[in-house]
């Protein structure tokens, strides 16, 4: 059988796409696995490691550990605590982002009041700016306002959560752009019947946005679960900090855990993984539910 040109050039981009595949993401990740299950703590070595150890899990799950000559090692640092408040604030700070960035873009889409458009340019023009630009600011205010509301101040997890609930301009535009694409005689039709503004958003409104929502929450959770700069500036408490902070504490001058390292990089994706199957299904049931009979 003879193929055509453009068999052969689809055929070319599916394998080089393969190839991509495995050499930018599926090879990393199975080097990471590797290492967490590897006697020791180098980064160097074989993709299928001579001998196991269950060295590094145990460490990190918070177990002491004996080895071959019966030394008892015990954890250096709480893996679990940090995991724990990592998954708690980036929840939190995910809900926070998306209650908030749901009623601010539910006001731009149907309300028409002054300055609206340069208020939705402006929102627009500040997501030029890398938020990392801000973290002298981020310190300097929580700082001061820790002297004034103790629970606001640095090493509150409150006031990591308050700083990341700031991240929803982009998914205001996000929301309100589907909001934009819901008939407005649906809105129409609930005015007629006597509906406030409230209850239109909540039983006409909020029903039908499902999918945007769900994918609002797992954007936020994921970009929360393992963001470095701010969380590492606002906590400096070892029992304070997020487990994407406390995992520097692995690669310290002259004394790198890779092992160690890899056990709590796995451990870190486990929420990321849950949270992404689960709210999946929200985001099935919100297609399938959100049409509107005739």
């Known amino acids: 059988m003879v193929r055509s040109p453009n068999d052969k050039y689809r055929y070319f981009m599916i394998h080089l796409g393969l190839i991509a595949f495995l050499v930018s993401i599926l090879f990393p ?89 340069r208020m939705l340019k402006s929102l627009m023009l500040i997501q030029v700016f890398p938020a990392v630009l801000a973290l002298t ?27 990341y609930s700031g991240g929803i301009i982009m998914h205001i535009w996000t929301i309100k752009g589907y909001y934009d694409s819901i008939d407005q005689a649906l809105f129409d039709a609930a005015t007629v019947d006597g509906a406030s503004r409230w209850q239109t958003f909540r039983f006409v409104m909020l029903p039908l946005s499902g999918p945007v929502l769900a994918v609002v929450f797992i954007l936020s959770f994921i970009g929360i679960i393992g963001e470095f700069p701010l ?28 092992g160690d390292f890899a056990a709590a990089a796995i451990l870190s994706g486990i929420p990321i993984t ?17 049409s509107v009979k005739g």
């Open 29 to 117: 990740f199975l080097m990471v696995i590797s290492i967490s299950f590897r006697p020791g703590n180098l980064a160097m070595g074989t993709l299928f490691p001579e001998s196991f150890s269950l060295e590094h899990w145990a460490l990190a799950l918070g177990f002491d550990y004996i080895d071959g000559n019966g030394n008892i090692i015990k954890p250096l640092f709480p893996v679990i605590t940090w995991l724990w408040n990592s998954i708690k604030i980036s929840l939190v700070s995910a809900f926070l982002i998306v209650a908030l960035s749901t009623s601010s873009a539910y006001a731009f889409a149907c309300f028409r009041f002054k300055n609206r458009e």
């Open 137 to 163: 600011a981020f310190y300097a205010f929580f700082n001061e306002l820790g002297n004034a509301v103790s629970w606001l101040g640095i090493n509150s997890h409150y006031t990591l959560m308050l700083a």
């Open 231 to 258: 969380a590492s500036i606002l906590l400096n408490k070892e029992e304070q900090l997020t487990l994407a902070v406390g995992m520097r504490l692995f690669l310290r001058v002259n004394d790198y855990r890779w």
């Open 274 to 290: 849950i949270v992404f199957v689960y709210a999946q299904r929200w985001v099935v049931d919100g297609l399938t539910a959100g």
